[in-house]
């Protein structure tokens, strides 16, 4: 049965700093791992999606990679903004193709 | 522009009063699912729909009810609410299954009185 785990569950940064977060699945056959975005008491924005086959995906600021063999995904954000602020969820799916979200990372990025 | 859309986005209702939250896609997605977010639980799967008259439980599917007679379409039905389906609801779908991306709806806030 996939788990998914992130840490840290919060983490607060100055703006400009460069950071990373981390997520962590038990089930090594996925199929893919997906990053969203969520701002508080609204939807899931899908920021990047990694394949199984895929070790790395990129979008602007954003570098998401994925190591199978250790069971870990890493979101990369560059040049952090106070607009990045928001929590950050990594979900991967299992067998009936549901996804099984990680409890998230909430991120403040201060001025 | 492509998007899931909700309906409603806020609702406030009384236990036992029925009521169906609408989901729409428009880009031709088979798989459609609901989920529902809670403080410390997270989101988890109500159902969801590998195409058109194929649905299938999730992870809690008690109260909760849905039919997919069109493609675009997944409504969630709660036949008899309580208090304890107060809760932040979405809508998601996707292209096939398995290895593609997952797009969400902006969300339903339902409060059980």
């Known amino acids: ?111 | 522009e492509a998007q899931v859309t909700q309906n409603p986005r806020y609702l406030i209702t009384v236990t036992g009063k029925k009521l169906t939250v609408t989901c729409s896609q428009n880009m031709n997605h088979e798989y459609m699912s609901w989920y529902r977010q809670d403080p410390g639980l997270g989101l988890r799967q109500i159902y969801y729909s590998m195409n058109v008259e194929v649905t299938d439980k999730g992870d809690v599917p008690e109260g909760y009810k849905v039919s997919r007679k069109e493609k675009r379409n997944f409504p969630l039905i709660l036949e008899s609410p309580s208090p304890n389906q107060t809760s932040l609801y979405f809508c998601a779908s996707s292209f096939g299954a398995g290895g593609n991306e997952q797009f969400f709806g902006p969300g339903t806030r339902l409060t059980v009185l």
């Open chain 1, 1 to 111: 049965k996939q788990e998914v785990t992130q840490i840290p569950a919060a983490l607060s940064v100055p703006e400009g700093e460069n950071l990373v977060l981390n997520c962590s699945f038990t089930d090594s056959a996925i199929y893919n791992l997906q990053w969203f975005r969520q701002d508080p008491g609204k939807g899931l924005t899908s920021l990047l999606l990694i394949q199984s086959s895929q070790r790395e995906q990129t979008s602007g600021r954003l570098n998401a990679s994925l190591d199978k063999s250790s069971g870990r995904s890493t979101l990369y954000i560059a040049a952090s903004q106070p607009g990045d602020s928001a929590t950050y969820l990594c979900a991967a799916p299992d067998s009936s193709y549901k996804l099984i979200f990680g409890s998230g990372t909430r991120l403040l990025v201060r001025p």
